[in-house]
């Protein structure tokens, strides 16, 4: 599965939703502010619980959050 890859909105989330910081995000999702970091920097991908958890704290999709496609599509 090399030739695709997981991008996220949690960045623009935490900012339109009051500017949270990381840490407050990973206290209401119950993770570290390390594995906030590195899910919005795209080093970790979450389990499918913390996703629907992170999706819920914003009120959105999960599809909103995260978004999988092929890498070769974003020279489309």
Known sequence: ???STITNQMRRLRFDHGEMTQ???ADLI??????VNAIELGKYSPSLEVAFRIADVFGVALERVFQYGRKDTASR
């Open 23 to 25: 840490q407050a995000l």
């Open 30 to 35: 119950g993770v570290t502010r390390q594995t």
């Open 1 to 3: 599965m090399s030739g």
